[in-house]
């Protein structure tokens, strides 16, 4: 079982612009100083969402977030620039609820090569949401340009010191979907077209039998691989 | 093997005591709390006409402690809290980890145990 993760940032307005680069280096290196580190990639966030660092990565299985979480270069390096109690903290502390969210999934079924990565984070009333990611199924292949699209629970948010064991309550976003796209012209023409699940999200997923979104909000980026 | 977290953190000399203070006061026992073993709290000067360096060393085991330890600090209230009033008092420092640096010319510095720990 490989774990997908995501981490998001509000940036402090007052951080050296350095110091910012410098925690973007570090997730695109990440990699070579932990293995267990698969698939880094970051970007900034083009939407009014209050977060402007992501970087997305993955994992072989938990065992090797289990690795990842004890090793020096997590300690030292990520979380000197991350903590809230760091003399050298870039991050601030927002409201949005997204600084930890990640799925469970068989495979890289998440992996784009280059393009636009979009995440729709979606706070639903029932833990099952089979109707919406059948609807997401049913249609995402007829998407032009959608190269990835995957629907799934946010495990990791509640789970981020194993992987697997929830250590706090439900999340604030309690379902995902992940999205690549070949372009940002490609995501703008879906955005603003009328195709069945762009209909869909602007309604909020009315008609969708047995599921409830309370809320949305999604980010989007091009992508900066390692 | 013991490893060292060590805060230098930069504030005006009228803030010292404050800063002081809090490390003592609260985050101490905060950090205790969470596992780490504090290990001194020292001040440069405040009568050089600059800011005063203010340091603080936390200890604990290895890295898989550490690991615990900032699971339990993170999840406490008292944490968040003690970071935003340190944010507050200071205008810079650094945060480095130390590990033990034996005389290679009595234990070799190529110990396998202590390069992996590091």
């Known amino acids: 079982m490989m774990l997908r993760r995501y981490e998001m940032y509000s940036l402090d307005p007052a951080a050296a612009p350095a ?10 290196a990440c990699g ?4 267990e580190v698969l698939d880094s990639a970051i970007g900034t966030n083009l939407t009014d969402a209050p977060v402007r660092l992501v970087w997305e990565h993955a994992y072989e299985s938990p065992e090797a977030y289990q690795r990842y979480m004890v090793q020096p270069f997590h300690a030292c390096i990520l979380d000197r620039a991350l903590l809230a109690d760091s003399p050298e903290r870039v991050v601030t502390s927002n409201s949005f609820g997204a600084g930890l969210v990640g799925y469970a999934c068989d495979g890289p079924v998440y992996r784009l090569g280059a393009g636009v990565r ?13 109707p919406l990611a059948a609807r997401v199924a049913a249609h995402a292949g007829d998407v032009d340009g959608l ?6 629970a946010n495990t990791m948010g509640p789970a981020w010191m194993d992987g697997v064991t929830p250590i706090t309550g439900r999340p604030p976003w309690s379902h995902l979907w992940e999205q690549g796209w070949e372009s940002l ?17 602007r309604s909020g997923w009315d008609g969708t039998p047995g599921v409830t979104v309370r809320r949305a909000a999604s980010v989007h980026y091009k992508l900066i691989a390692a | ?16 005591d404050a800063y002081v203070a809090l490390v003592h006061g609260v985050a101490v026992p905060v950090m205790t709390r969470a596992g780490a073993t504090f290990e001194s709290c020292r001040t440069t000067s405040p009568a050089l006409g600059e800011d005063v360096d203010v340091q603080v060393t936390w200890s604990f085991a290895d890295h898989v402690e550490w690991n615990l330890i900032r699971k339990n600090f993170v999840l406490d209230p008292a944490w968040h809290d003690l970071a935003a009033r340190a ?14 640096a034996p005389d290679p010319a009595t234990e070799p510095a190529s110990d396998a145990a202590v390069v992996a720990a590091r």
């Open chain 1, 147 to 152: 190269a990835v699209s995957i629907v799934a």
């Open chain 1, 185 to 201: 012209e490609a995501f703008g023409a879906y955005r603003d077209g009328d195709s069945p699940l762009a209909v869909a999200e």
């Open chain 1, 118 to 130: 979009r995440l729709v984070l979606l706070d639903v009333a029932e833990d099952d949401i089979g």
């Open chain 2, 87 to 100: 944010v507050a008092l200071r205008t810079g420092g650094t945060r480095r980890f130390y590990y033990p």
């Open chain 1, 32 to 35: 070579r100083f932990i293995p």
């Open chain 2, 1 to 16: 093997m013991t490893a060292y977290m060590v805060d230098t953190i930069q504030v005006p000399p009228s803030r010292v």
């Open chain 1, 19 to 28: 110091a910012v680069r410098s925690l973007a280096d570090a997730f695109l």
